[in-house]
């Protein structure tokens, strides 16, 4: 065998086809774009337009609404705490908070603040400072020896004290 002899299977790469190349291509003149006017154009599509029926993305009902108030927290399961604990990511003579986790990498970030939740179980006792905890977590971490301390939630700039 020689260098020269190396080549792809047949059929496994096809070529692109060449469109407005003349007649004998089969994708001559318009190129496969029917006649005139604006769907024959670049850049120009009307998306969602049904001949002047009420376009279904119109007839369906809206629902719903973005709180713009909303807060996102971190969240983060005992089980997943318990892991941190015995790979050493965390100590747990410290306070485990959200920046403790975020330099530990297991929380990716800190986001408006942390809420813990309460699957898996925690055998290590550990001091943690979150913004908010479920009756399960806060039970698990007490039976474990530790203790959970529930932080005020950041307040925005603007707010009144």
Do not use: C
């Amino acid at each position: 065998m020689k260098l020269s002899d190396i080549a792809d299977n047949a059929g496994s790469r096809k070529k692109r086809m060449r469109v407005g190349r003349g007649i004998g291509s089969g994708k001559g003149k318009q190129s496969g774009r029917g006649g005139k006017g604006q769907t024959a154009r670049s850049g120009v599509r009307i998306k969602g337009f049904e001949g002047g029926q009420m376009p279904l993305h119109r007839r369906l009902p809206k629902r719903g609404f973005n709180n713009i108030f909303r807060v996102e927290y971190a969240e983060i399961n005992l089980d997943r705490l318990q892991d941190a604990v015995d790979a050493k990511k965390l100590d747990t003579g410290s306070v485990v908070n959200v920046e403790a986790l975020v330099k530990a990498g297991v929380l990716r970030r800190a986001k408006a603040g942390l809420r813990l939740l309460g699957r898996g179980e925690l055998k290590a006792k550990l001091n943690i400072e979150v913004h908010g905890a479920t009756k399960s977590a806060i039970e698990a971490v007490e039976k474990a020896g530790g203790s959970v301390k529930i932080l005020a939630p950041a307040k925005e700039e603007g707010e009144a004290a």
